[in-house]
């Protein structure tokens, strides 16, 4: 309660105030907004909060947003978003396109890019690298193609190497080493025309 000339009941969440005097405290409400006393509301006082009746949970209270796979969350919002966690099935995770660095969710790497572990590159379909020694001097770990795919730069994925036989392109600004690499194939010109190769 406060005091309003006469004993009140403090505000919930979501409804318009003044100050955070007239907010519920017990329930981690303050009063915030910006552009002035017309658009301030009772909110939760910080963003590692959430009002949980927002959620399945409806204990109308504010609620730690929940970190790297913690459950249960039911919707995005209970999820640290400020470490851009979203709500995977009932636990909070990184969206498939980056990986948790321990503090918050980074972006999946590049072709190239130095790695330490296989999670950390985009090894999801149909880019599929893999974190492996690369070709620099000194050797280095690098998201990679594995041995039977080669990089295409069109595409910008891994896409398996042509065997013996199988067509290839012998010159183009979209890709390179599309031959196997494992069997010391290499693509040979069969028709000037085509510019075509196998």
């Known amino acids: 309660h406060y005091w309003n000339g006469t004993c009140s009941l403090k505000l919930w969440y979501n409804v318009s105030c003044t100050s955070s005097y007239v907010c519920d405290d017990n329930r981690g409400l303050q009063c915030q907004g910006l552009g002035g006393i017309m658009f301030q509301k009772c909110d939760c006082y910080n963003t590692s909060y959430i009002w949980d009746s927002l959620y399945i949970t409806r204990q109308d209270k504010c609620m730690l947003k929940l970190g790297y796979n913690q459950s249960t969350c039911h919707g995005n919002l209970e999820c640290q978003d400020y470490n851009y966690l979203v709500c995977n099935g009932t636990k909070c995770a990184c969206l498939y396109t980056a990986y948790w660095d321990g503090t918050v969710c980074q972006p999946k790497r590049n072709y190239t890019d130095p790695c330490s572990f296989t999670y950390q590159c985009r090894d999801f379909g149909p880019v599929n ?55 010391n194939l290499q693509c040979l010109n069969t028709s000037i025309s085509s510019n075509a190769g196998w």
Do not use: H, R
């Open 129 to 183: 690298l893999i974190c492996i020694m690369g070709t620099t001097v000194p050797p280095v770990l690098q998201c990679l193609c594995n041995a039977t795919s080669f990089w295409d730069d069109c595409q910008q994925a891994c896409v398996v190497s042509k065997k013996i036989y199988q067509s290839c392109t012998l010159t183009t600004n979209c890709s390179s080493n599309e031959c196997d690499k494992a069997a």
